[in-house]
């Protein structure tokens, strides 16, 4: 995602407010479950990234990056493979 | 696009991360990828590794903020006149022709030293005995894949669309709201291809069917 061009015109990173490690996985996943629900109080869309480059499906969907997703969705956000954006309610 | 679009986070591997000795768990169990299968290792991080061969690539790593080993496989397909990246997780390439319960395998996360070596290890033993067709790059293969993969994300939306139908169908069931109840599980019913109606839910939508016929009499 720091690759150069891995960004569309628009978007932004949420790198910078998601460093450094905390040093756990319960102690990441608060801090990012917490900058997630940010972005979705501000309403903008949120691209997938991780996502089949042809089909737009949804891939490795484990971990944090399922809990993220699931998040999404329980807010109300549903995801749209032609776009690969997950869009607000 | 909007300029108020945003990326899905994701975090920054720390400076002790090198610690837990990712990088050199990987280089002792993933040598067979150059020896048996002519990949070369193009990229160390203290939380990723990744091989390239001609034609394929695997990334594994260990989860910046979610601590979790993985192991990705892929290959560069052509895309609107571009090279682009179709990477599959190793879980879907045993799952392609194996059981996953019954080959043993299971997501691994740890900030521990001994079991990331360990876990490592069996990741690389998977990854040997049934990673060979697509580590050697075979075209059919990563298209049943893809195919497998749209699949589980189509059930995945489906059952996420299926519970908030399921909830509003609930909540009109209690409010006596017919046409609202006909509305959601007809909507199961009609869209969601991978998802079937309970048997209990399908009396409710005749029985919601029913009250509407008989108001309209």
Do not use: C
């Amino acid at each position: 995602m720091q690759a150069p061009g891995a960004l569309g015109p628009g978007e932004r990173t949420l790198l910078d407010r998601l460093t450094p490690d905390l040093g756990s996985p319960q102690a990441n996943w608060a801090r990012n479950a917490g900058v997630l629900r940010d972005e979705m109080a501000s309403g903008a869309p949120i691209r997938d990234a991780s996502v089949n480059p042809v089909t737009g499906d949804l891939e490795n969907d484990t971990g944090f990056l399922r809990a993220e997703r699931y998040l999404l969705q329980d807010r109300g956000r549903t995801y749209d493979p032609k776009t690969t954006f997950w869009s607000p309610p | 696009m909007s300029p108020r679009e945003r990326k899905m986070p994701k975090t920054m591997s720390g400076h002790d991360r090198s610690q837990l000795g990712f990088v050199q768990a990987v280089e002792a169990s993933f040598g067979f990828l150059a020896r048996e299968f002519g990949f070369r290792l193009v990229d160390m991080q203290p939380t990723f590794v990744r091989y390239e061969s001609e034609r394929t690539f695997v990334n594994v790593f260990h989860g910046r903020g979610s601590y979790e080993l993985g192991v990705e496989i892929g290959r560069w397909i052509e895309l609107d006149g571009a090279l682009v990246e179709e990477k599959f997780a190793l879980g879907d390439v045993i799952a392609l022709d194996h059981d996953l319960s019954a080959v043993g395998y299971r997501s691994y996360a740890t900030s521990g030293k001994e079991p990331l070596v360990r876990f490592v290890a069996q990741l690389a033993d998977w990854t040997q005995r049934f990673g060979s067709r697509v580590l050697e790059g075979d075209p059919a293969t990563f298209d049943s894949l893809r195919a497998q993969g749209a699949r589980l994300s189509q059930a995945m939306l489906e059952g996420w669309r299926a519970e908030r139908l399921r909830a509003a169908a609930d909540s009109a069931w209690r409010r006596k709201d017919w046409g609202r109840v006909i509305d959601a599980y007809g909507e199961i019913e009609a869209e969601l291809g991978s998802i079937e109606l309970k048997r209990s839910e399908r009396a409710r939508l005749s029985y919601a069917q029913k009250r509407i016929n008989d108001d309209h009499r």
